[in-house]
């Protein structure tokens, strides 16, 4: 029995030994596949890297080009009231009244449902009949070339002569800073339904490395008198003047009338043509536009606003109240390639073109839809509301 005694005192050491033995490979294997703790991230840190991820698949908004009846959205622009207008609750001519709007009233436009733009002045905010209401031209076509001369030096001439108290005088203000295109600009005023041609027309020039030039859209009545009378009164004191603008088939209210014209009301605009040389693509808000940062303006058979026979698109007097007569006129020998070319783009966007004067067109259009409550034209535009489009914007 002793020695069975001893046997299993032997046996339990040995078992000992080889648990010993095993632990010890155990650690060992521990200590060859430690990572020190420096190198493991803290959980806040392996959530900062999640976040850094997914910030970095994370796609901004990619500027592009707008695509509608114009190059940018109306949403944004200022427009402009041609008329009084009742400022309405909702798109309905039988909604309430908010406030009157005298014409001439500047305002933002924040949405566009069928013939009503929702607006804002200040604190006042509501509906307005779009119809009767002027947009800012470089707010919703800003490749275009834009250069109202009569607001820092006007270009008003007869036979080559200046005009008293009106050639070489800024007649009215009309320039001021724009936020929506980050820049000082002209301001434009057309009729909203006008604009539209205009695009079409400028889309045209485009096309063909050309660009318009426009150097007047709305002109306020105090300046339109204020050019008859020192027309007027040129032409008496200067034969040669009076010839220029009172030879058959000419008048001098070819030229300029003392009445209300089409500028005032807001449906004539006056236009040269440009060469491109260069351009680029620039962001505006969340678009794309052209800028053109180089160009030529063409030779016309006069400068622009030189008011006489001279100036003159046709051989003959066409109505200027009629949208087809011009197509049987026969163009005047000084009417060069470029003079028509100009033409060919206004009256294919379906502008009407006056007679006596290659850089002026009409929107008999426009005309006839405004013509039982037309503007006069007896107020100043000076004030810009407009801000910058964004993707989704009308």
């Known amino acids: 029995m002793i020695w069975l005694k001893k046997y299993n005192v032997i046996l339990i050491m040995a078992m000992l030994i080889i648990i010993m033995l095993l632990t010890a490979c155990i650690d060992r294997t521990n200590v060859d596949n430690f990572i020190p703790n420096e190198s493991i991230p803290a959980m806040n840190e392996v959530e900062k890297s ?25 949403v944004g622009a200022t427009g402009f009231t041609s008329i009084s207008l009742d400022l309405k609750e909702f798109p309905k001519s039988d909604s309430e009244t908010i406030d009157i709007f005298e014409a001439g009233t500047a305002f933002e436009i924040l949405r566009e449902e069928g013939d009503w733009w929702f607006i804002k002045r200040g604190d006042l905010a509501g509906w307005l009949q779009h119809n009767y209401t002027f947009i800012n031209l470089p707010d919703v076509i800003p490749s275009i070339i834009y250069d109202n001369t009569n607001t820092y030096s006007s270009k008003f001439v007869s036979s080559g002569k200046d005009i008293p108290n009106i050639s070489n005088r800024a007649l009215y ?24 041609k205009v695009h079409l027309a400028q889309q045209l020039a485009l096309s063909e490395g050309n660009s318009l030039k426009i150097y ?24 040669e003047v009076m010839t220029g603008i009172n030879t058959l088939p000419w008048g001098i209210n070819w030229f300029i009338t003392d009445g209300v014209s089409n500028h005032q009301m807001g449906y004539g605009i006056d236009l040269s043509l440009v060469k491109i040389n260069s351009k680029k693509e620039v962001p505006i808000g969340e678009y794309t536009r052209v800028l053109i940062k180089d160009y030529m303006e063409y030779a016309m058979p006069t400068q622009i606003h030189e008011l006489s026979g001279a100036s003159a698109v046709f051989t003959t007097p066409v109505s200027s109240q009629n949208a087809i007569d011009w ?3 026969t163009y005047a020998d ?61």
Do not use: C
């Open 334 to 394: 000084s009417m060069n390639e470029a003079a028509i070319k100009l033409q060919t783009y206004a009256t294919t966007a379906g502008l009407t073109p006056l007679a006596s004067e290659w850089w002026h067109f009409n929107d008999l259009d426009a005309r006839d839809e405004t013509a039982h409550n037309s503007s006069e034209g007896d107020y100043l535009l000076t004030e810009i509301y407009s801000s910058s489009p964004l993707i989704g914007d009308n």
């Open 216 to 239: 007047e859209g709305f002109r306020p009545y105090s300046v339109q008198k204020a050019v008859v009378e020192g027309l007027s009164k040129l032409a008496d004191d200067d034969p």
């Open 50 to 74: 999640s976040e850094i991820s997914a910030d970095e698949v994370i796609e901004e908004p990619q500027a592009r080009m707008y695509e509608g009846d114009l190059e940018l959205p109306v």
């Open 327 to 329: 197509k049987t006129a």
């Open 173 to 196: 203000p009309g320039k001021t800073y724009n936020e929506r295109l980050e820049s000082e600009e002209y301001i434009m005023p057309v009729l909203y339904s006008m604009s539209k």
